[in-house]
């Protein structure tokens, strides 16, 4: 077990290496200029200073270097200053200063460095989509083990039916849609979530809740229908194994049977699901955060994307790279340890 | 001599005796493999449905043009912000009519015949992308199920592909190579190469991982052994007798393909870098009525249920396919 995760570790190096080298070039090859915005009276050796100050003078291999750097190396130290000088856990460290003067990676936007604003909106999308996939999968699980257990039952057509639904309604039409029954005829929920709202009392508690009502509900019905799919998949798997019967024929209760012999086996998939799908919640979700204006880290990227600013999307991009090969190795980790019967070596 | 049949064997005698398999033909006509996947798929209503209304829907939008022969981006400012005609149900004097049944938008374009071109779009856009895809994915799946010298390297190229965030890589090339594409093939032709060129790069993995397992299975069977053995080349026994195998999988993953397909088209749409403004897509429709839902809200519901029930259709469409071509679930 030991083995394979170095060995799947080691693998992930050289396949994020590749990843960041096919962003990088893509965006290279892109023919979108950042000085196109620069009035044209502004002589063209000027254009060529402000090119080198922006980093790109340099040939493209000396580029993707530099940025490896600073991503791999200096952010890093960044990282650790920050540990040891402002951090409550760690700031009995004597301070360190490994990155002062180094260049970090550095928004063309903004002028700050790129993990700042990074760090910035994290909260706002953990805030939101994290929390819509905790519901989700609250609301999977029971389903899926219920409409597993009734099979072709009226409940499971029902769920099938709602699964479906969730599958196929984007959430570009659900968003609206509750925007314009809730907030506009009924009046009930605000259509905006504003992020710089701060919870100090119960009031403010209330309003936070009820603005964050529709950004979960609409992410949370995606992970709903995905989770209770693959959790009715698996207890039907498992309901029907011999298993099952000796647990019934010892004379255990139906609810002991189901809820801890069948269930216990048939999480085993879905942990791994739920693994696989971590990604999503720091990547955020672009198209809701924009439906709602939740300024979080999908904004961020589209915003981004719109202004051109190649340093941000780049690493924006890499750092949902690296989340999903961390998440993919996380679940099959997962899949071993859970499941004794597989064995990697 | 007596007529006296002799019986040449013990077991023909048996036979004689029981009378059993003295049937000479069949009584029931044969069956073929189509017909009882057929059966078994008309057993799923969703599906049948589904299927139908994916019929429905691809003819109103081929033929629709010709029914209703409105010019979707002519303007006509007097007639504009009609109400749909239903609105007449519950509001006598509401502006509505026959003119235009789908009511028209802020500048007098006639909204049904928006939806009908925006729909000949989204389909068209759905059906090329899942296409190219499928050719992708099944390519790919077969030449490392088949070749093992490509094996290690194809599947380790399609574990980077999956492991590449889709969504915001797809937005960056939308993005990133309008321009080019534009000026070759004119703003909509080169906006409708970018978007399916993405989409069918960006989509085609699980197919090739169904593929080459089952291309796998099928390796090691006897009938491909004998295929070999009188003599078959490698792409006879692929196209004669390992493709024709691998169509189930395939045709079940071009389901969610399709679906998949026509989701993203409307989401890069509503997000604003899809197709030019006066060119409608239903996702285009939907994103551009967002900013008046509160006063017309059936400019967001009409688009926004016709992506929904295309993809719905779609899918129950796939579901009720995975049941008809599993021969383990058939005839149960």
Not at chain 2, 15 to 22: C, D, M, V, Y
Not at chain 2, 185 to 196: A, S, T
Not at chain 2, 214 to 232: P, Y
Request: glycine share 8%.
């Amino acid at each position: 077990m030991l083995t394979f995760t170095l060995r799947r570790l080691l693998l992930s190096i050289p396949t994020l290496l590749f990843i960041s080298l096919v962003i990088f070039l893509l965006l290279q090859l892109a023919p979108g200029d950042p000085m196109a915005q620069v009035p044209l009276t502004v002589p063209p050796e000027v254009k060529q200073k402000m090119r080198e100050a922006l980093g790109l003078g340099q040939p493209i291999h000396v580029q993707y270097y530099k940025w490896l750097i600073q991503f791999f190396w200096i952010e890093p130290l960044v990282f650790v200053d920050y540990l040891t000088n402002t951090s409550t856990l760690f700031s009995w460290l004597p301070d360190t200063a490994f990155s002062e003067g180094k260049l970090r990676v550095i928004s063309w936007q903004t002028r700050s460095p790129v993990m700042d604003i990074v760090v910035q909106r994290m909260p706002q999308t953990l805030w939101v989509v994290g929390l819509s996939y905790v519901v989700g999968i609250v609301i999977a699980i029971p389903i899926g083990i219920y409409s597993a257990y009734k099979h072709y039952s009226v409940f499971d057509q029902a769920g099938t039916f709602i699964t479906m639904i969730g599958f196929s309604i984007p959430p570009f039409f659900t968003g609206p849609l509750l925007i314009v029954i809730f907030s506009v005829y009924l009046g009930w929920l605000p259509s905006i979530y504003d992020t710089t709202h701060v919870v100090t009392d119960w009031a403010s508690f209330k309003v936070q809740f009820f603005q964050m009502i529709m950004p979960v509900m609409v992410l949370a019905l995606q992970t709903t229908a995905q989770i209770s799919r693959y959790m009715r998949g698996a207890m039907l798997d498992n309901l029907n194994q011999d298993y099952v019967r000796t647990a019934r024929a010892k004379g255990l209760r139906e609810g002991v049977v189901v809820m801890v012999h069948v269930l216990r086996n048939s999480m085993i998939p879905v942990v791994t699901v739920i693994a696989l799908g971590m990604p999503a919640i720091f990547g955020g979700a672009i198209i809701t955060e924009n439906v709602f204006k939740v300024n979080g880290i999908g904004q961020l990227l589209l915003t981004a994307l719109f202004a051109n600013d190649l340093p941000m999307v780049m690493t924006l991009t890499f750092i949902f790279a690296i989340l999903i090969v961390l998440f993919n190795l996380i679940a099959d980790v997962l899949y071993g340890a859970l499941d004794p019967r597989i064995r990697y070596d | 001599m007596t007529e006296q049949p002799i019986p040449a064997s013990p077991i023909e005698a048996d036979i004689e005796t029981f009378g059993a398999l003295t049937d000479k033909e069949p009584q029931k006509p044969p069956r073929s493999q189509w017909r009882d996947v057929w059966d078994q798929f008309r057993k799923h209503k969703g599906a049948v449905f589904g299927g139908g209304f994916l019929i429905f829907i691809t003819f109103a939008v081929i033929f629709g043009p010709y029914l209703w022969d409105v010019d979707p981006k002519g303007l006509d400012i007097r007639n504009k912000n009609w109400r749909p005609i239903y609105t007449l149900l519950w509001e006598a004097d509401a502006k509505a009519g026959w003119a235009h049944p789908f009511g028209t938008d802020q500048l007098g374009r006639d909204i049904m015949a928006q939806m009908i071109a925006g729909g000949r779009v989204s389909m068209s856009v759905g059906w090329l992308a899942m296409g190219l895809a499928l050719v992708i994915g099944t390519a790919i799946g077969v030449i490392s199920g088949y070749f093992k010298r490509m094996d290690f390297w194809l599947m380790r190229f399609t574990d980077l592909v999956l492991s590449l965030p889709i969504l915001p890589l797809v937005l960056l090339a939308v993005t990133l190579f309008r321009q080019p594409l534009n000026s070759r093939f004119g703003p909509e032709g080169g906006m409708f190469i970018l978007i399916v060129a993405v989409i069918g790069l960006t989509s085609w993995m699980q197919t090739a991982r169904i593929v080459r397992g089952d291309i796998l299975a099928l390796k090691e069977r006897e009938f491909i052994l004998a295929a070999r053995s009188i003599g078959t080349t490698s792409g006879k026994i692929i196209r004669r007798h390992l493709l024709p195998n691998v169509i189930s999988p395939i045709m079940v993953s071009a389901t969610l393909g399709l679906a998949t397909a026509i989701i993203t088209e409307s989401a890069l749409s509503f997000l604003g870098v899809g197709f030019p403004s006066d060119y409608p897509t239903w996702g285009k429709l939907l994103a551009d009525a967002v900013q008046r839902m509160q006063d017309f809200p059936e400019r967001v519901l009409l688009p926004g249920i016709a992506i929904s029930l295309t993809v719905l259709s779609v899918n129950y469409l796939g579901d009720g396919l995975r049941d008809a071509l599993d021969p383990r679930i058939r005839g149960r």
